[in-house]
């Protein structure tokens, strides 16, 4: 491992959940002494097992955006900050903007809000001429009734503008689903745990039926790099839940090189100047790319660990170091050597939790890590989302064809008890 850094403050915003810790690690392993903004109740309900990786806390009230960049700006004169990195979704646009305050290297301005609510981003990628999934209608959820969407031509996506890990996600085959679907997607009003209030627009969108894809990326003064394409599995059915991902996906180099491309454009288009982001993408009928979103923040789900798995490379690393200071001028993203994958085990019904039974070997690949993360006696339901997931298994192998087919072995003999 090399280190180059100094020992500065680096402002991690938020950094709960699987990214934030994977962020923090980048922070430690850069040399960096991290500075994390946080809430009182995520510290105490989200970031004590971390404890180790955090070298002092600032408590702000991020339901107040204005306030919350304002705190974090004054803060920023007293710990002389020399790069601001984030991994909670909703808060990328304060990132952004305490980045800029601050003379840091973020991403630009003028779209802070489109990276984080998905119509202003379609919106955004449709006047760049950057294919996006069509948009039918926009509902506002207060004054909806039925017949307004009689004439749409199904299946549709029902999604709201503003929240995260599929909830309020919905694929919808016939009209009079759609009541439903659009009470699932305005269900939240505001994001948790931070209580930041959501525009509560729904979104009806054409839905894709191709392939899902992710890009990983980071920019550094206007340039794009990427370490691939990461080919997501979600559930069948009416929810759209990620229940696993290959990197790098096995494709071929055009189709590659072609979701690269409009990853590339797509991050441009939302000023992603600097920083890292994750990209998703799905194949329309015809099997061309189209852009579902894009976050100026690390990928979820253990995607960072994929891909450093398969290259060497750590994306957050590289992350930091670009956030503290750029990239050198010859910097190139490490090729894959091998592949990596994960599946997420989701119960397939309501049930109580009692364990789960993973392979002990595969003949595709090999098994590095697996994770139990429900505890045994507690009631589980059946996946919808990314939240319901009772456990994982991550595994590495020659290439992508071989990952997926690990997988496949993984599906066909891990056991998950339930009563
Ligand atoms: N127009 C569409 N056509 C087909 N599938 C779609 C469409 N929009 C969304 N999806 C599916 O639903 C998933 C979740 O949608 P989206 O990414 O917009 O919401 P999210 O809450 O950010 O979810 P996540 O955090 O899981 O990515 C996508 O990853 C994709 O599988
Ligand atoms: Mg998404």
């Not at 979704?89 to 903007?97: G, I």
């Not at 979820?300 to 891909?307: A, E, F, R, S």
Request: proline share 6%.
């Amino acid at each position: 491992m090399t280190v180059e850094s100094s020992g500065g403050n680096v402002l991690v915003v938020e950094p709960m959940g699987a990214s934030g810790e994977v962020l923090l690690q980048s922070v430690r392993r850069r040399g960096f002494r991290s500075v994390v903004a946080t809430t009182p109740e995520v510290h105490r309900d989200s970031l004590l097992a971390v404890a180790d990786l955090i070298d002092e806390t600032i408590y702000v009230d991020f339901s107040d955006g204005d306030q919350a960049v304002n705190a974090l700006v004054l803060a920023g004169r007293h710990y002389g900050f020399c790069g601001v990195v984030v991994s909670w979704e909703f808060l990328t646009d304060v990132a952004a903007r305490v980045a800029a305050a601050l003379g840091l290297r973020g991403p630009d301005l003028e779209h802070a809000h489109a990276r984080r609510n998905k119509l202003e981003m379609s919106a955004t990628w449709k006047v760049a001429g950057l294919p996006v999934p069509e948009l039918l209608a926009v509902v506002d959820p207060v004054t909806f009734h039925e017949g307004a969407l009689r004439c749409l031509t199904y299946p549709v996506v029902v999604k709201p503008a503003e929240n995260s890990a599929s909830f309020g996600v919905t694929v919808v085959d016939r009209a009079d689903g759609m009541a439903d679907a659009v009470k699932e997607a305005s269900a939240w009003t505001h994001e948790f745990p931070h209580g930041i209030p959501f525009d509560r627009s729904v979104l009806v969108q054409d839905y894709l039926l191709g392939q899902e894809f992710s890009v990983e990326g980071v920019s550094d003064g206007g340039r794009f790099f990427t370490w691939g394409v990461t080919m997501k599995n979600t559930t069948e059915g009416a929810a759209c839940a990620e229940t696993g991902h290959v990197f790098p996906a096995p494709i071929s180099p055009d189709l590659a090189a072609g979701i690269i491309e409009l990853a590339s454009e797509g991050t441009a288009a939302l000023g992603i100047t600097d920083g890292i982001s994750h990209t998703e993408i799905k194949l329309d009928a015809n099997g061309e790319p189209r852009l579902i979103e894009t976050g100026p923040r690390p990928a979820g789900d253990l995607i960072p660990q994929l891909v450093r798995l398969a290259t060497g490379e750590s994306p957050t690393d590289v992350y930091v170091r670009q956030a503290t200071g750029g990239l050198p001028a010859g910097f190139v993203p490490r090729r894959a050597r091998r592949a990596a994958a994960i599946r997420f085990i989701m119960p397939p019904r309501t049930g109580v939790f009692n364990a789960i039974t993973f392979p002990e070997r595969l003949a595709a690949g090999e098994i590095v890590e697996t994770r139990v993360t429900a505890e045994p006696g507690t009631g589980v339901v059946a996946g919808s989302t990314n939240v319901e997931r009772v456990g994982w298994i991550m595994v590495k192998a020659r290439d992508g064809e071989s990952a997926a087919a690990a997988l496949c072995e993984v599906d066909s003999e891990t056991r998950l008890s339930l009563t």
